[in-house]
């Protein structure tokens, strides 16, 4: 220090710095300043050096465009440092991501798992239906799940911002209503019993809108946004990738390896029953991983106590060897200002509060005391942004469910016409699908989700962190119209076996890689960039639950409009010849959504301030 005397002087006398947060990290002095505690940069000589201004966020910034002495200005070049793209390793908080991510890809792994034998476990129900009539139920069934998302996702927001129950209350409960749901789908003899299952997995689980809203408090950083949101939709690649193999390998064993499973009677009265008791597994592993390692994140609840995180606690000491050592506790100042300041305790590493008895836990700061009404969440940006979260999810999730439905609808055969006497005229009358069995479906929808998780993994963060979120954003919705429009042409793609035999060789798989990459590029780079938004566009913290839950509530209406009207329109299209139709109508709910996205803006989080708010320091 300089050696100045503050006898006499009250620290309230110090000067308005004394108030003040200093971030070591956001401090810039100049070289040979001294800073003086409230009384601002002093030189070497103890004259006043730089004004010192502050920001309301509470950090120190220095007016380097002061007037000196004399008169002069510095002329000073502006330093603007490279953007860095934020790595994986800087991701605060990878425990908790690491738990969230478990807890998101056993729900995938059920649902793609399913769909890549669900046409022909529609056929097992009832063999007399024709093929159009088994489009439309998986269309139904499909939609099914979130049709009963549509009308339980904002309630489940609800009680995820509630002080009740919280986020981590409504993840368990959307993890055991999938397991029931999941369990009782795969021994269902019937439509209806399917249907019903479905319908109960898609009401108690609410997950995806609450999962969003703990990573965004657990990252409040906006620079590490691009990776933190791209966790949900790679575990959905992920669930892409691996629920479809296990579906198509573990569906129908007795009918597919018939020397070693045919004279088993439980799998032949229940030939679609060993997939979803996989898929049952994984559901159990991530609940039980969730009550005992998921933190709340909820401001309200995070001080309550959680008896699933204490025996999660006990049993993770049961495997480590107990260790007394140095750790850092943060000291409380007199104004609890100084954030740096630190004390060294012995304590353990986990937790400072269990290895120091005499510590006190420190009070966690509220950012907000006062919760925003219901009728003030619809702002305009907030309109626009649920508006292209329904078309995005509309024609995505109707991709999804048509593509399975498509890659097995049997070829046509020119030798016995579907429709009688249909002839082809290209390029808009022409039918028929690529008629491949269930390994070979999971197999083209695994391979979706592998070129998926590459890009998401090594290029969506560079381009994200070049572009911006809604630049990128707004780009990548092109791809899906070029997508849709060139689909339905994988029929009439040349095959190495004559009709009614499945399409195969070479060409027909890499004309099936080519679509799926346009299509997937688009969903890669669009899909974390609509959650960034719809986080983003929330406008106050007291409401987020609220928001991602209202976000999927949109999504499962579209979600669910979609498969059930498209399924239709499918089977309509095999009736009378225009398979693509269906698909070219996704492709004008792809360009009316791109019409509407330059209405969006990208919001902060918190547009409406209310009594009592407190600035998020994690912010930028």
Known sequence: MSGRNYEGIEDEDRGPLSELDFDSDKESIADGAILEPGLGVRDESGQDATPLVASRAGTLNIDTDAVLPGGSRRDRKPYNPPKKVVAWRDLPKKTQLTVITLARLSEPLVQTSLQSYMFYQLQ???????????????????????????????????????????????????LLGTLISCVGYGFSTSFYQALL?????????????????????????????????????????????????????????????????????????????????????????????????????????????DFGIVVGRKMTALFQRSSTSIAYTPLRSREASISTSVEMSPVTPRDSSEGAPTAKKPTIRRRYTTRLPFRRIFTSNVTFTLACHFFLAFHVGTFQSLWFIFLSTPVYNPADPDPADFVPQLPFRFTGGLGLPPSSVGMAMAILGVIGITMQLFLYPRL???????????????????????VPFLSVVPSTTAPPSQKTGPMIWIAIAGVLFIQVVGRTFALPGQTILVNNCTPHPSVLGTVHGLGQSVSSFARTIGPVLCGWLYGLGLTHGVIGGVFWGLACMAVIGLIVSFSVREGDGHEVWLEGDEDDEGGE
């Open 124 to 174: 097992w129900f009832d063999p007399s239906l024709p093929d159009s009539v088994i489009s439309s139920q998986a269309g139904i069934l499909h939609a099914s799940f979130t049709a009963a998302q549509f009308f339980t996702a904002m309630i489940w927001g609800r009680v995820a911002d509630s002080t009740l129950a919280g986020r981590k209350t409504v993840v368990l409960i959307g």
């Open 197 to 305: 299952f479905r319908c109960l997995g898609g009401a108690t689980n609410g997950n995806v809108g609450v999962m969003r809203t703990m990573i965004s408090e657990i990252v409040r950083e906006k620079k590490y946004q691009s990776r933190a949101f791209l966790i949900l939709p790679m575990t959905f690649n992920i669930g892409v990738i691996i629920g479809p193999v296990l579906g198509g390998l573990l569906s129908d064993p007795a009918g597919s390896y018939p020397d070693t499973f045919g004279k088993v009677d439980f799998l032949l009265r229940f030939p679609y029953a060993m997939p979803n008791i996989v898929s049952a597994g994984f559901l159990t592993i991530a609940l039980i991983m969730c009550w005992l390692f998921l933190e709340e994140t909820h401001d309200a609840l995070q001080e309550r106590r």
């Open 464 to 486: 994200s962190s070049r572009l911006g979120t809604i630049r990128s954003w707004r780009t990548c919705l092109c791809f899906f119209p070029v997508a849709y429009i060139l």
